[in-house]
């Protein structure tokens, strides 16, 4: 990633942005043409995969294309003194794009389908089962994302990824959100992806114990990159 800063910020935007677009806009199409739920679920993990495979194949190079608070915390956090990873100047940039990006794509999706376009879901996910599918959900997804990056795979991280989500959508129990920039932007549309804003925090929580346990996985499994000398001191010098 050798783009500057402000490119890489506004690839997460438009990615995170995009990404969302796609789960919201694809979840709307899907409940207007069936009335079927599990056809409305397979529509929206069909359009999350191919959306996610392709964004991620065109801003991979510009900014990692994490389009996940977590995936840039996890990024800054394992690699500190490593040389590797995100600096902790890049990490505070790219969380707050990636949510504004979020709540961006939920209204834009919202506008394309002619609906308010700011509309708080009522769709209540509020429960012990969700949130332990999100842990699993988040959990995996970290775990994905750094085993390809320790084993020198991450060019199949557009498949991996993309794929991995899809399944996600059904072998857990929340539908795998496992991200809180989506999660926060599906709070802003009271349609098929949608989550009420009572239970973002949960989510959101849940996420960061899945988080941590991927963190924890991936270093176990995969070891942890190489100290580089003096790395440490530059960065805490100018972060």
């Not at 969302?20 to 694809?26: I, R, T």
């Not at 961006?104 to 332990?132: D, T």
């Not at 390809?148 to 557009?158: C, E, N, Q």
């Amino acid at each position: 990633m050798s783009a500057p800063l402000g490119r890489r910020v506004a690839a997460e935007v438009v990615g995170t942005a995009t990404l969302v677009a796609v789960v919201v806009g694809s979840g709307i199409q899907a409940s207007e043409l069936s009335a079927d739920v599990g056809v409305q679920l397979l529509a929206n993990s069909l359009a999350t995969v191919f959306g996610l495979g392709v964004l991620i194949t065109l801003l991979g190079p510009v900014s990692g294309a994490h389009f996940n608070p977590l995936v840039s915390l996890a990024a800054w956090y394992t690699g500190r003194g490593t040389g590797e990873g995100l600096a902790l100047r890049d990490a505070a940039a790219y969380v707050p794009a990636q949510i504004a990006g979020g709540i961006g794509g939920a209204i834009m999706a919202n506008a394309m389908f002619a609906r308010p376009l700011v509309a708080w879901s009522a769709h209540e996910r509020s429960a012990g089962h969700l949130w332990l599918g999100e842990i699993v959900a988040t959990a995996g997804l970290l775990t994905l994302i750094f085993g390809l990056t320790r084993t020198r795979r991450a060019r199949l991280a557009p498949a991996a990824v993309a794929s991995y989500i899809g399944a996600a959508y059904w072998f857990t129990s929340s539908t795998s959100f496992a991200n809180p920039a989506v999660t926060i932007g599906r709070a802003f549309t009271d349609t098929f992806a949608g989550i009420a804003p009572a239970s973002v925090a949960p989510f959101i929580a849940a996420q960061l114990v899945g988080a941590a346990l991927g963190v924890v996985l991936a270093v176990a499994m995969f070891g942890r990159p190489a100290e580089v000398p003096g790395t440490i001191a530059v960065q805490e010098t100018h972060p």
